[in-house]
């Protein structure tokens, strides 16, 4: 090999390794400080696009868990009230009972009238006061099944419908088509229609004696009960072909819907309904009663008692709502903990093999180092020449 002092050829394959282990070391160093082995798309570029998809659904999925969280808080904000208004109704229970014997006067009546009334009071200014994030609670929350204008509930005595659940249900009218005796039973609203086959469940073409069962149109998002008599032979069972023509209106309210998935999808979406539940409400329909006679405070027995049965059927559906939406957390939260695991497997650094690789990188860039000079020293020798 030709001795040259222009262009030293070792010193310049030398630098070239100095450079590519450099780089290396600060490759290392900077994975080593991060935590992570993808910091730029040209450390992975396949390896990010996956990452970036898992991060972003991460996220979403954490929003959906603080939605149901704040859900499942506003659920208990409204049925913190209904529990003091059940209260409230036993002792108007205990009022109107008082006041249906004949061990008190007119006068005594007056005096329980007064507590009477105010109480009724008291569960109106509850139902107005009871509110989330400004938004009230008893007074109307959500869609509602229209019991006036749906007359597969008006004509319950015929079509032995008892119960009617919603999930996620857009405000509309809903007809049913049932043709006798086929075993079908189809629900739609012109848009999206469902057809069950009932046959299953029906004791030949009618629902048992003494049972119920559960219609479900889960692509609609609502739930029917039919009921069948209580006795043999009695009223208010369902026979196929009963509800053909037969609606069920959804009125339209405002708010009830929490978003607890990530797509816009009636699945990804929980809607609840809380009816009207002031005392001078429909619902209740404690506006006219009244305890000031024996008369009155008698049939206010009966309507306090039914107005007790819907304040627990509203505190049990909040209930069953708020289970579901613990379920949906914690569902949610083995969703984050997985796609994290997978996002991780991608992106993080193994500490190990890149402590590894750095010690491997400072020990060539010093091995690197200590030849330059070696390098240059050949060069240095062609001054003895001279």
């Given at each position: 090999?030709?001795?040259?002092?222009n262009?030293?050829?070792?010193?310049?394959?030398?630098?070239?390794?100095?450079?590519?282990?450099?780089?290396?070391l600060?490759?290392?160093l900077?994975?080593?400080?991060?935590?992570?082995r993808?910091?730029?798309?040209?450390?992975?570029?396949?390896?990010?696009?996956?990452?970036?998809?898992?991060r972003?659904?991460?996220?979403?999925?954490?929003?959906?868990?603080r939605?149901?969280?704040?859900?499942?808080?506003?659920?208990?904000?409204?049925?913190?009230?209904?529990?003091?208004?059940?209260?409230?109704?036993?002792?108007?229970?205990?009022?109107?009972?008082?006041?249906?014997?004949?061990?008190?006067?007119?006068?005594?009546?007056?005096?329980v009238?007064a507590?009477?009334?105010q109480?009724?009071?008291?569960?109106?200014?509850?139902?107005?006061?009871?509110?989330?994030?400004?938004?009230?609670?008893?007074?109307?929350?959500?869609?509602?099944?229209s019991?006036?204008?749906?007359?597969?509930?008006?004509?319950?005595?015929?079509?032995?419908?008892?119960?009617?659940?919603?999930?996620?249900?857009?405000?509309?009218?809903?007809?049913?088509?049932?043709?006798?005796?086929?075993?079908a039973?189809?629900?739609?609203?012109?848009?999206?229609?469902?057809?069950?086959?009932?046959?299953?469940?029906?004791?030949?073409?009618?629902?048992?004696?003494?049972?119920?069962?559960?219609?479900?149109?889960?692509?609609?998002?609502?739930?029917?009960?039919?009921?069948?008599?209580?006795t043999?032979?009695?009223?208010?069972?369902?026979?196929?072909?009963?509800?053909?023509?037969?609606t069920?209106?959804?009125e339209?309210g405002?708010?009830?819907?929490?978003?607890?998935?990530p797509?816009?999808?009636?699945?990804?979406?929980?809607e609840?309904?809380?009816?009207?539940?002031?005392a001078?409400g429909?619902?209740?329909?404690?506006?006219?009663?009244?305890?000031?006679?024996?008369?009155?405070?008698?049939?206010?027995?009966?309507?306090?008692?039914?107005a007790?049965?819907?304040?627990?059927?509203?505190r049990?559906d909040?209930?069953?709502?708020?289970?579901?939406?613990?379920?949906?957390i914690?569902?949610?939260?083995v969703?984050?903990?997985?796609?994290?695991?997978s996002?991780?497997?991608?992106?993080?650094?193994?500490?190990?093999?890149?402590?590894?690789?750095?010690?491997?990188?400072?020990i060539?860039?010093s091995?690197?180092?200590?030849?330059?000079?070696?390098?240059?020293v050949?060069?240095?020798?062609?001054?003895?020449?001279?």
């Open positions: 090999m030709p001795l040259r002092v262009n030293s050829i070792a010193a310049i394959n030398t630098q070239r390794s100095i450079s590519r282990n450099v780089n290396i600060d490759r290392q900077e994975r080593l400080s991060s935590g992570l993808v910091n730029r798309a040209s450390d992975d570029a396949s390896g990010l696009v996956v990452s970036e998809g898992l972003s659904e991460v996220a979403r999925l954490g929003q959906n868990v939605n149901a969280q704040q859900g499942s808080d506003l659920l208990q904000v409204a049925e913190g009230s209904l529990q003091e208004v059940n209260n409230m109704l036993v002792r108007m229970k205990e009022l109107a009972i008082q006041s249906s014997s004949s061990t008190i006067n007119d006068s005594n009546r007056e005096s009238a507590e009477f009334n109480l009724v009071s008291e569960i109106d200014r509850i139902a107005e006061a009871t509110t989330y994030n400004n938004a009230n609670l008893l007074s109307g929350f959500g869609n509602q099944v019991a006036a204008a749906s007359t597969a509930v008006t004509s319950s005595a015929t079509t032995g419908v008892t119960r009617i659940n919603i999930s996620a249900v857009q405000a509309g009218t809903f007809t049913f088509s049932d043709t006798a005796a086929d075993g039973l189809t629900l739609g609203d012109g848009t999206v229609t469902q057809t069950l086959n009932m046959g299953t469940l029906l004791d030949g073409t009618i629902v048992a004696t003494g049972t119920s069962v559960v219609a479900n149109f889960d692509r609609l998002g609502i739930q029917v009960t039919l009921s069948g008599a209580a043999q032979g009695a009223t208010g069972d369902y026979t196929d072909g009963e509800l053909d023509g037969q069920i209106v959804i339209g405002t708010g009830g819907s929490f978003q607890v998935g797509d816009d999808t009636f699945f990804n979406r929980l609840v309904g809380i009816p009207d539940l002031r001078t429909v619902a209740l329909n404690l506006g006219g009663t009244s305890v000031d006679s024996i008369s009155s405070a008698r049939q206010a027995i009966s309507t306090i008692d039914q007790t049965s819907t304040i627990s059927a509203a049990g909040l209930g069953a709502v708020q289970n579901r939406l613990n379920f949906s914690a569902f949610t939260e969703e984050i903990e997985n796609i994290s695991a996002d991780a497997t991608i992106r993080d650094a193994d500490i190990a093999a890149e402590v590894t690789q750095f010690s491997r990188a400072q060539l860039v091995a690197s180092n200590a030849m330059l000079v070696q390098a240059n050949s060069s240095v020798s062609a001054l003895s020449l001279l």
